[in-house]
């Protein structure tokens, strides 16, 4: 902690000095460029805006809510800085930049409209506000920003394509980030100062990387910059004091100033091919005290810099050395990075490859059927490997620390995967488990950080202790009916894990239950219907044969009262929904509601007739004895035998039933449709049917006749 704030402290005085110097630069003529300004080409104060040359120099109003007007194009530094009385702010679309600490400290501050385009949001810009602790990201079109205070694990939504400059700057308790492949840009200093941060995979859509954008994140140990970056600019890795491993892609050309410096702890670099120039290349590595050599191409610019300033070179000229016995590949002692085992080998052994740090890619051919124990262990830079369909175990450990592995598919010839086999897999996102896979094994995936999907086969049993421990970019999983046993473990420190998919009544809701996650059960989408409500199977039998629907997507509303209207909706779907044409019979009844057919058709085939005052009742609650007399008329209109019959003395308020439902009633209960309520014997024919009720005499109905 103490180089960190030597590092920052060097560093604010550079860019202290860096600022001074570009504002002494600012001529008036680059001031005059907005003269057709559409707010005013002067200096105007109106209303406690101070606007100049488009630009919000400062708001000196005490208004709780404020409107920024049309037409302003940046925000200045500092523009609302510590108002106290600020609550809401609208900021047009035409600002596309917020400078420094512009909303700093306007600790009242709830809400912000934030505009479609913006391009940049300075640092601090919305600290120490209601706000900007409720929104630690944000998102202006594409781009995401942030306001300093996101924590734990962050998962950035696909589309966006941008991390804007600053987005997590100096977000101190930022431990891991899953960044999707639709991005392409990192801004400046967008992980500046993460020092939580302890790695990050960045996808191979990123084509350009701003300048400090991991400056200071002084626990990173390891990073791969992904090909098509053609620079890497000043500053990006300043004060990672904990980097040891920096993986240079064949695209990169120049590598900006003080890129590297402070990274006590790297050891040694690769220069690719490519490099040409190094911007103060005398001073390009100081404070990387640890550092002695440089690996390269014989006669390229990585010799001659290392020759000129004193470090070791190592020639990288690839050599593929194998040790085979009976088969198996027993040793790899070569020196290359893209690996292609020989054909005939039909099984790679007991730590073959481990810690063979230099290789990154490897081929295995076609006959090989076992990966043993550690046989990749420890191969922190391997990012690809392809795992034939002959392949049928994954031994221990046979990836473990395998940072850099992002390019896998596993086989569905495999049958087994040992303990740990991927533990420290740290830029795997996606995994789809073989299908013949019964059991996932302690510690399996562990460390997986920025894993976000995986996909388990239908017949696993059982998911073993810390089998996704620490796997913090892991947000659902779907577990299959087949899992009867989940250990209390094995989603361990998935901090950002809140939703279990699965089925009602499995193991798989029993543990989300114990752990507090929220359960989906795929049954049904409801998740105000668990299985142990005793009109679950009613709800999931309505759902899925499409006669009930839910209030949205994943509530249902069991205790929510019925209305005539949807009872005889969900005939009509029973009936198949067949074509109607609108007719005006009831007032209340208009054309091209969700059910206006519904009701047309009821009307029409005699199950579902008006009041006397000539409406239907739409939205009036249905009573008991309604929803059996139109289930009765229903039967009647298909042919179906309601002779059965139970007479109503039988039941305590048997002669509360209405004289036009006596005939369905005596029916129903004879069927079993209806029950009378708390095994009373009472029928309580004019209470409300709620969603949960009318569900379950749906049930009963339709089996009953066998529908």
């Known amino acids: 902690m103490k180089n960190f704030k030597i590092v920052k402290r060097s560093l604010a005085v550079f860019v202290s000095m860096a600022m001074a110097c570009s504002m002494a630069g600012v001529s008036a003529a680059a001031e005059g460029i907005h003269a057709t300004s559409s707010i005013a080409s002067y200096t105007a104060q109106q209303d406690g805006f101070l606007i100049e040359n488009d630009v919000l120099i400062s708001y000196t109003g005490n208004d709780e809510h404020v409107v920024i007007p049309d037409g302003v194009t940046k925000i200045g530094e500092g523009a609302f800085n510590k108002n106290k009385t600020l609550v809401s702010v609208h900021i047009p679309d035409s600002v596309t930049v917020i400078g420094e ?10 809400n912000v409209d934030i505009p479609s385009h913006l391009e940049s949001v300075g640092m601090s810009a919305f600290s120490n506000t209601i706000w900007g602790k409720n929104h630690p990201t944000f998102i202006s079109g594409t781009t995401l920003f942030g306001t300093g205070y996101a924590i734990g694990c962050v998962v950035i939504p696909d589309g966006v394509t941008k991390i804007g ?3 997590f700057s100096e977000c101190m308790y930022l431990s891991s980030v899953h960044i999707p492949d639709t991005v392409t840009a990192i801004g400046e200093n967008a992980f500046e100062s993460c020092i939580q941060l302890f790695t990050i995979s960045i996808p191979k859509s990123v084509s350009s990387i701003g300048k400090g954008a991991f400056s200071g994140c002084c626990n990173l140990s390891r990073i791969t910059i992904p090909e098509g970056i053609t620079r890497i600019e000043d500053f990006t890795f300043h004060g990672c004091t904990y980097l040891e491993t920096v ?15 402070s990274c006590r702890n790297l050891t040694s670099i690769e220069f690719p091919n490519s490099i040409t120039n190094i911007e103060n290349p005398e001073h390009q590595f100081d404070g990387c005290d640890k550092l002695t050599t440089i690996y390269g191409t014989a006669g390229s610019y990585a010799e001659t810099f ?4 004193g470090y070791q070179f190592i020639s990288n000229t690839s050599t593929q050395k194998f040790d085979i016995q009976d088969g198996t590949l027993v040793k790899y002692t070569g020196t290359a990075k893209n690996v292609v085992i020989p054909d005939g080998v039909t099984k790679i052994g007991a730590h073959a490859f481990e810690n063979c740090t230099q290789v990154r890619t490897v081929h295995i051919p076609d006959g ?15 990012t690809t490997i392809n795992i034939p369909n002959s392949v049928i175990k994954l031994g221990e450990f046979a990836f473990y620390l395998c940072f850099d592995l992002n390019n896998l598919s596993i086989p569905e010839s495999v049958t087994d995967i040992g303990m740990y086999t991927f533990t420290y897999c740290e830029s795997l996102t996606d995994i789809i488990i073989p299908s013949q896979i019964t059991m996932l094994k302690e510690g399996v995936f562990a460390f997986c950080r920025n894993l976000v999907n995986v996909n388990l ?17 892991l947000t659902d999983i779907t577990i299959p009916k087949q899992v009867t046993v989940i250990h209390q473990d094995a989603f361990d420190e998935c901090r950002n894990l809140q939703t279990i998919y699965g089925y009602g009544g499995s193991c798989a809701e029993l543990f989300a239950g114990s752990i507090g996650y929220l359960f989906v059960d795929l049954n049904q989408p409801f998740t105000d219907v668990i299985s142990r409500e005793w009109f679950y199977d ?8 499409g006669i009930m629907t839910g209030m949205d997507e994943t509530t249902f509303g069991p205790s929510v009262s019925m209305a005539r209207d949807h009872i005889v909706t969900m005939l009509y779907r029973l009936e198949g929904e067949p074509e109607v044409t609108y007719e005006p019979v009831f007032p209340d009844v208009l054309e091209n509601d969700f059910y206006t057919d519904a009701v047309m058709w009821g009307n029409q085939v005699g199950i579902a007739t008006g009041y006397e005052n000539g409406n239907f009742g739409i939205g009036d609650e249905i009573t008991r004895e309604q929803v059996v007399t139109m289930l009765y008329r229903y039967a009647q209109y298909k042919g179906l035998d309601t002779s059965q019959e139970t007479s109503l003395e039988e039941y305590k308020d048997g002669t509360d039933v209405s004289d036009f439902a006596k005939d369905a009633m005596e029916w129903a209960l004879a069927a079993g449709i209806i029950k009378g309520e708390n095994n009373e014997g009472v029928i309580n024919p004019q209470g409300s049917a709620d969603r949960a009720g009318g569900a ?5 109905f339709m089996e009953h006749y066998q529908l």
Do not use: H
């Open 101 to 110: 600490y512009a909303f700093n400290s306007c600790d009242k501050l709830k």
């Open 165 to 167: 400059d600053n987005a």
């Open 247 to 261: 993986n240079i892609p064949n695209t990169v050309t120049s590598i900006g100033e003080w890129a590297f410096r």
């Open 306 to 309: 290392a020759k000129k300033y």
């Open 368 to 382: 090989v059927t076992a990966i043993e124990d550690y046989a990749f262990s420890g191969c922190n830079n391997l």
């Open 457 to 473: 086969p239908e017949i696993v049993e059982q998911i073993d202790n810390g089998a996704f421990r620490y796997c913090t970019s």
């Open 538 to 545: 009613a709800v999931v039998f309505a759902y899925q044969r």
């Open 696 to 700: 379950t005499i749906m049930m009963r």
